[in-house]
């Protein structure tokens, strides 16, 4: 049995369709919630689809890794990978100051919600 084009071209291009829902979703909570932990959940939501966008093209198939031996012929470039380590250091450390930040204005409002803070600053 033979599989339609179709289906068979969503099946070898299914990581990049997980790219968009994830992408699409976390830009979705990100315009869409008010609650700034809910906003901050999405960026990280966003920020790994990027990261899965990009380390995609970046894996050889049959490709292995950069160590010469006359075993190989085919290897992987190690570059997207070392890239997507650095960013993901660097998305841990943007959230963590995006909690503190929260947490510090958690203090000040007595709340998350934009709408509460935007109705006590109008307020005063």
Do not use: W
Not at 12 to 32: K, R, S
Not at 40 to 67: M, N
């Amino acid at each position: 049995m033979q599989v339609p084009a179709a289906i068979q071209r969503i099946a070898e291009h299914y990581n990049y369709i997980v790219t968009i829902f994830l992408m699409v979703g976390g830009l979705y909570i990100v315009i869409a919630r008010g609650n700034m932990i809910k906003k901050l959940i999405g960026l990280a939501l966003f920020q790994t689809s990027v990261y899965l966008l990009y380390l995609s093209p970046g894996k050889i198939i049959g490709g292995t890794a950069p160590i010469l031996d006359p075993a190989f012929k085919v290897y992987s470039n190690p570059l997207p990978h070392v890239l997507i380590l650095t960013a993901i250091v660097v998305g841990v450390a943007t959230l963590a100051l995006g909690l503190a930040l929260v947490a510090r204005i958690q203090e000040a409002y007595g709340t998350v919600e934009e709408d509460e803070i935007f109705e006590q600053e109008g307020n005063q």
